[in-house]
């Protein structure tokens, strides 16, 4: 069963725009959220994370959304540039575990 | 240059034939563990370890096996591989477990492996 899910395995969004990926998860005991990206031929690298104690964490153009409630997140690149092409995965955890639960990914393509 | 190193890069091999793919960390990192990337399915961990000597099945160990005697090294084992193995595996690792950081792990480049 996919506890993290991202249901869009894709989006395209233009240069300057906003791009929203989403990312929903089943396991109410989550309390740590991350986003990685992942070029081709490259490993994935850490983005963005937030705890379950806050609601919104901003770092630059990368911005991430908790909402514990409805068990979804989501994060918010504003503007989006072309380099932000790639594979975004989001990932969840929580404190009496040691491993990180990914989802499937959502590829985004920033076009001029 | 901290990093996470994986070798090799690329592998075909045949049903049955043991191989090994290493990783190695340069950072001294408690936590290492292995993922392998399918189509629609992410990420997903084989094993971790917590420490040298520490190690624990993740959610699709079947088929690999771990060892972790030094810090910084930690194989991927293949006794026999099948074509199921057939994948794209990373290796990671992180400062420490048990706080926020030690969930920003750092990954190596990948090895695709393909077992015909």
Redesign the interface.
Known sequence: DQQVKQNSPSLSVQEGRISILNCDYTNSMFDYFLWYKKYPAEGPTFLISISSIKDKNEDGRFTVFLNKSAKHLSLHIVPSQPGDSAVYFCAASSYNTDKLIFGTGTRLQVFP | EAQ?TQNPRYLITVTGKKLTVTCSQNMNHE?M?W?RQDP??????IY?S?NVEVT?K??VPEGYKVSRKEKRNFPLILESPSPNQTSLY?C?SSLS??T?S?????????TRLTVT
């Open positions: 996470v936590y563990s993922y629609g399915l992410g990420l997903r961990q971790y917590m624990d993740g959610d990373f990671a477990t048990g926020a030690s969930y920003e792990q750092y990954f190596g480049p990948g």
